[in-house]
Structures are given as C-alpha cells and as structure tokens.
C-alpha cells in the first residue's frame, strides 16, 4: 500500500468523535481511520494485551504508508503510548510518528476549570493508568483532580444501547460517584473518545454550573500546531482531503454505527490483524 494518510486509530468508533473534528480543523489532508472493533472494548484489558494490540495497529498504519498515528484511545494512550514511542518506534518506523490524546487535553483541561477542581471519566484502563491526574499535575499542579471509571459505558455505546432509559441508571451512578467525590469539581472531562455519545444523557445528569469537556476539538487544536511545527512530518502527510475507514470486525455493522459517531455516511473495508 501506499497510502501518507494521516492515520487515526481506536479500539472501535470511539475515535470517529475525534475524527470528526480533525477533519473539520484540517480538512486539507487525507485521513485513513481503523477500528479494531473485533477486539473492543480494550477497556477492561490489561496493559500487555492494549500494549500488544495498539503496537499491531500502529505496525498497520505504517504498513500502510501513513507518517503518522494518532492513538484517538484514551486507553490505548494511556497503556500504549509511551513504551511504543520510547522502545519501539526507533526500531520499527524511524522518521514515523505516534501521537496521543492525553496529553494534548492535560494541557488545557485545567484553563476551563474555575474552582481548580476537575473530575474525569473513563475507562477502567485509563482510570487505574494515572495517567490523567500525573500529566494534568505538570501542567495544573493546583488543580485537583478526581476520577471515575465506567466500565459499562463502551458496551453500551458500541450496542447502540446507551440512547434507551435502561442506560440511565449507569450512566447517573457514574456521575453521582465522582461529584461525591469532590463537591467543588465545576469542570467534568471525558476522557474517553466514546463518550460524546452520551452528551445528551449527561445534560440531564450533570447539574448546571458544571462544564462537560469533550476532547475531539482539543485534540484537533493539537495536531493543527503539531503540524505547523512540524513541517518535516506535515510535509509527508498527503493532502487531498480523502478519508477510508477500515475496521477489524463486520464492516455492515460498522457503517451503521459509524455514520452516528462521524455524523456523515461512512463505508468501511475490513481487515484482519
Ligand atoms: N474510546 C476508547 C477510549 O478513549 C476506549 C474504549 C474501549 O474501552 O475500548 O478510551
């Protein structure tokens, strides 16, 4: 293959939130999205297996021609990310790049907050990493920060169960636990690309006063300024405004859910990993 798409993965549609956005901020370049929706949700998985999962995406993408990967997971961030980018890349795609969604939103998340308290939500993974509360306090040292995680969440999601009343129930004990945990958080992230989904929920969830930060503009914002500071990578990635969607599980199923998360008729190839 010989695609210089920028590559954009998740564990299943979750990234397509991210997408989305990234396509809107910089549609000029072509995008090449993969969901590895046969072995979603990565959530509840160990470090070994995200890390061994993410590293065979990752390989795909580069087999594939793209320069660079954006890991839109915050899973596969949080489990995957460093040791690919410190032991691996070096080896296996020297002058190619990987890129998170964690520390791009660290980097802001504490600006929203007015009280200095911010909750996060997300996957059991991401939640038991750490990850968001050590990278928010080098950026925010002051902020406090209180997490959640909600393993139902992504099930929900990827059956397209969450929209119905029986979703509610997990979706206001979630909540409810983190604002016990801090009555002072003013700011909620999702720190989970899968999330957005449940927007609407939320709202009725979340009391007033309570800002819900979504990451796919944030992380869209990033890559914008990685690019103009990186010419040697952007000059490699193609342009022409071209996105393909493949996914490791039923490529029917997967545009059907898709077209929900991207907001736009998607239609899939499969691959196998
Ligand atoms: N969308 C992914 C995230 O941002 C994870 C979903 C999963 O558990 O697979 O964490």
Redesign the pocket.
């Known amino acids: 293959m010989n695609r210089s798409s920028i590559g954009v993965f ?6 397509l939130t991210v997408l989305k956005e990234i396509a809107a901020q910089l549609p000029q370049y072509d995008y090449l999205y993969m969901g590895d929706n046969a072995r ?6 160990s470090f070994q297996q995200v890390y061994e999962y993410t590293l065979e995406a990752v390989q795909w993408f580069f087999e594939q021609g793209c320069p660079l990967v954006i890991l ?7 489990k995957a990310l460093r040791t690919i980018q410190q032991n691996d890349l070096e080896k296996i795609a020297p002058g190619k790049r990987v890129l998170g ?1 964690i520390r791009p939103t660290a980097e802001v998340i504490g600006n929203y907050s007015k009280t200095g308290h911010v909750g996060v939500l ?5 939640v038991s990493s750490g990850s968001y509360t050590l990278e928010i306090e080098k950026f925010f040292p002051h902020i406090k920060v209180s997490q959640e995680a909600c393993p139902m969440w ?1 099930p929900l999601i ?1 059956s397209n169960e969450h929209q119905k009343p029986g979703a509610d129930y997990f979706v206001k004990q979630h909540i409810n636990n983190l604002l016990a945990k801090d009555r002072d958080i003013d700011t909620i992230l999702l ?5 957005p989904l449940l927007m609407k929920k939320l709202s009725w969830f979340i009391p007033g006063g309570v800002e819900v930060v979504e990451q796919g503009k944030i992380v869209a914002k990033s890559l914008a300024d990685y690019l103009e500071r990186h010419p040697e990578i952007a000059g490699k990635c193609s342009k022409g405004g071209k996105i393909e969607f493949f996914t490791t599980g039923d490529t029917a199923d997967f545009d059907e859910h898709a077209a929900i998360f991207f907001g736009r008729p998607v239609k899939s190839g499969q691959l196998a990993l």
């Open positions: 998740d564990s299943g549609y979750g990234g979603a949700p990565y959530g509840p998985r839109a997971c915050n899973t596969a961030s949080a969604v997300g996957t059991k993974g991401t992504v990827e720190g989970c690309t899968h999330y």
